[in-house]
């Protein structure tokens, strides 16, 4: 999966350099049809083109969804209870929040933590604390809402985590997965595949 994931990083620039190659080498009427046409166009290729989009847009298509981002737990709660909570509302991570009236961001519990900390070390879940397994705050990897998704792709692929957080100045707003960011790159792709081939008909 990590190759393919990389492979997709890739992709758009190779894609569009053979399009474009593929137009500038065309017959000589057509390359003069293109000429005065080339700036303009490329411009508002590259005006919408590959890692275009933000992290901001996968918050705002999940709609409600992304509510699912803010599901928390506390350090202080069993592992068994953070697993059950995240079986029932269907996600793969909790946000921990610290105990008491502070409630600052203590790190993330994800169910890779469970599977490696408890499952394999065969630990018990309902002895064992949300804070001793999590992965803390200082070592956490986020994204804010500007980030590019490609970027958050690669942050992804590099540290092999499938959940990153999305904080702003306010503090966290979300989190998002590493299949809405591939969901995102694979639409991203196909309006990119409609624009280079408008570009090649002369839609631009």
Not at 140 to 152: D, G, R, S
Request: aromatic letters at 4%.
């Amino acid at each position: 999966m990590q190759g393919g994931l990389k492979q997709i990083l890739s992709h758009g620039s190779v894609l569009k350099s053979a399009v474009l190659r593929h137009v500038q080498l065309g017959s000589g009427w057509r390359q003069l049809m293109f000429v005065r046409q080339e700036t303009t166009s490329t411009a508002r290729i590259e005006e919408h083109g590959f890692e275009s989009t933000k992290i901001s847009d996968i918050l705002k298509g999940k709609g409600k969804g992304a509510d699912g981002s803010w599901l928390w737990c506390t350090t202080d709660d069993t592992v068994y209870d953070a697993v059950k909570s995240m079986t029932h509302h269907n996600v793969g991570a909790l946000v921990v929040v610290k105990s008491g009236e502070n409630k600052s961001i203590a790190g993330i519990i994800t169910e890779r933590d469970y599977l490696r900390k408890i499952i394999v070390q065969g630990r018990s879940s309902k002895s064992t604390k949300v804070g001793d397994i999590m992965t803390e705050e200082n070592k956490l990897i986020t994204v804010t809402p500007e980030t590019k998704v490609l970027k958050a792709m690669q942050l992804m692929t590099d540290n092999r985590i499938r959940h990153i957080p999305v904080i702003d100045q306010t503090g966290m707003i979300g989190m998002v997965s590493i299949g809405d960011v591939v969901r995102a790159v694979v639409c991203e792709h196909r309006e990119e595949l409609k624009r280079l081939n408008a570009f090649i008909q002369g839609g631009y």
